[in-house]
């Protein structure tokens, strides 16, 4: 997804405490964006025992935290939003709207390799635009979180 992202020639470091990522080596940008998103759980929901059902969405690249997190994924919705590679792009209006009607209490993306702007990947403008609108900003490190207003 870019160098120095989670690819990078530097060396690997160890995610300590996220059983996921157990004998596990990652770039640092990779373990600094689990650990923001570990803070981000805790901070909104508490402890672990508390993450199975919350209203989340993990947008490009980091679909992985919910098998991280142990978090089920929204029913209704691809993992992967990328029309015509993991769903027929006729289906996006139904998925766009999907994605409305979950309501999600925060959206947690990447930030642009080299800028400061949120991944949206390839999420449909309907759904880009509600989440301009309808949710406040939080910038990390290399995370942007969505809080619903």
Request: net charge negative; no cysteine; hydrophobic share 40%.
């Amino acid at each position: 997804i870019g160098y120095e992202m989670f690819f990078t020639y530097s060396p690997l470091v160890e995610v300590e405490g996220i059983s996921f990522f157990k004998n596990f080596r990652v770039s640092q940008t990779a373990k600094t964006t689990i650990f923001e998103i570990q803070q981000v759980l805790q901070d909104n929901y508490g402890s672990l025992e508390n993450w199975r059902e919350i209203p989340v969405y993990f947008g490009a690249r980091i679909e992985f935290a919910y098998a991280t997190f142990e978090i089920l994924s929204p029913r209704n919705l691809p993992v992967w939003w990328h029309p015509n590679n993991s769903y027929p792009l006729v289906r996006e209006p139904e998925y766009a709207q999907s994605f409305l009607d979950h309501h999600f209490e925060n959206a947690i993306f990447m930030k642009v390799p080299g800028g400061n702007e949120p991944d949206f990947g390839f999420l449909p403008d309907s759904v880009v635009a509600d989440l301009l609108v309808n949710y406040d900003r939080v910038d990390y490190l290399s995370i942007v979180v969505f809080y619903k207003k």
